[in-house]
């Protein structure tokens, strides 16, 4: 962060009487949220489904939450961290807003961190995945999962249904080298042989990297790609003939999005992945989630919507806690909140803000006609490994 952009920052707050207050004591009446999310671009299905999910949030539990009135103000960073970091400030100082919400990719919640500090306002992240996010300000609370977190279990399921030799292909920045990193320590403490790939974020071209893991012919080949890549991911997979190849394909369930699942076509059926969400998990609440999502969106709930759901829940549940105070007590409340979520038994971890939750291994399968990850087992409250091994 620019030390000219704090100062900025600081003389707003000064100016508009806001340094050194709580976010709770501006306008009582209304508490504005700043809802931050990739609109166009690369990663914009991110941004519709949590857009969709907040405001289906908002329309169950209405728009008044411990007597103040809550006001969502949508603001498309396009994917570019330094827009975020504008738009977050401007939110800050010229709206007042109370919370600070979306953050598709990591590189865009970590530009707002010292923002969130600095004016004191929480930051909700529903999507980035980088497990170090959390540690970038004490303002920040994720809802979202962390990509360890749903990457050691598809290491440790490949060990145990005999992968010996695997080759890693993920995007290369944060979430991807997490998972990488995460997948090769499991998967050769276990035993196995791993040799990794990384494709570039920007305008990826897979081809080349898909040539290599044919020649390598391992047992498996693990992805990681942002959410809104995978179609793409897929197409490349199948033009290479990779799909009848032998070479079983695994993930986290960022490739199989289930925003775009349904458009990938036969050639993933089978993909096996480990993730937190699927839009066919078997809850009466996930069901009336799906039903509710899709009559008001038009389309199929994602785990991104979900961070979303859930990340209007912890605001909700928070200032009801607070009787309608923002800032560090919001964070405070927060904290430890544990709740039955559309994907299953949810809490923060009081220590580090991040999500605990279930993570699941899914099948692509057909069911009633279209793709959707099915369920077959289940990893009960996974914590963040990266913070967990930190903390023994």
Do not use: C
């Amino acid at each position: 962060m620019h030390r000219r952009t704090l100062l900025a920052l600081a003389a707003g707050l000064a100016a508009a009487g806001l340094a050194g207050t709580t976010p709770g004591a501006r306008a009582q009446e209304t508490f504005k949220i700043g809802l931050i999310l990739p609109m166009t671009g690369a990663s914009a299905s991110t941004g519709r489904q949590i857009e969709a999910a907040v405001k289906l949030y908002i329309a169950q539990n209405g728009d008044t939450v411990a007597g103040r009135k809550v006001q969502l103000i949508v603001k498309d960073d396009t994917g570019v961290a330094d827009v975020t970091k504008r738009l977050a400030q401007e939110l800050i100082v010229n709206e007042k807003v109370g919370a600070v919400a979306g953050f598709g990719l990591t590189p865009l919640a970590l530009s707002v961190a010292p923002l969130a500090t600095q004016a004191k306002v929480p930051q909700v992240v529903m999507a980035a995945a980088t497990a170090t996010i959390t540690e970038a300000s004490p303002f920040i609370v994720r809802t979202s999962f962390t990509l360890p977190q749903a990457t050691q279990p598809m290491a440790e399921w490949a060990s145990a249904n005999g992968m010996k030799k695997v080759v890693t292909l993920v995007t290369d920045y944060g979430p991807g080298i997490d998972a990488e990193k995460t997948f090769t320590a499991t998967f050769t403490k276990a035993g196995g042989t791993v040799e990794n790939l990384r494709v570039p974020l920007a305008n990826p071209d897979f081809s080349p990297f898909l040539q290599k893991v044919a020649d390598a012919k391992p047992d498996a080949l693990f992805v990681f790609v942002p959410s809104g890549y995978g179609a793409q991911f897929m197409r490349q997979f199948t033009e290479r003939g990779l799909d009848k190849s032998g070479i079983k394909l695994i993930g986290t369930g960022d490739v199989t999005d289930d925003d775009l699942l349904n458009g990938m076509g036969d050639a993933a059926l089978g993909v096996v992945t480990s993730h937190h969400y699927s839009a066919v998990h078997d809850s009466a609440e996930n069901k009336a989630f799906v039903a509710a999502f899709k009559k008001t969106a038009g389309f199929r709930p994602n785990f991104m919507g979900v961070g979303g759901y859930d990340g209007m829940h912890v605001i909700y549940e928070g200032l009801k806690k607070t009787n309608g105070a923002g800032g560090e007590a919001l964070v405070n409340a927060i904290k430890g909140m544990a709740w039955t979520s559309v994907r299953g038994p949810v809490s923060i971890d009081p220590q580090t803000r991040d999500i605990i939750q279930n993570v699941y291994i899914r099948k692509v399968e057909k069911v009633d006609g279209e793709l959707y990850n099915v369920e077959f087992a289940t990893i009960p409250n996974v914590k963040d490994p990266v913070k967990a091994a930190k903390a023994n």
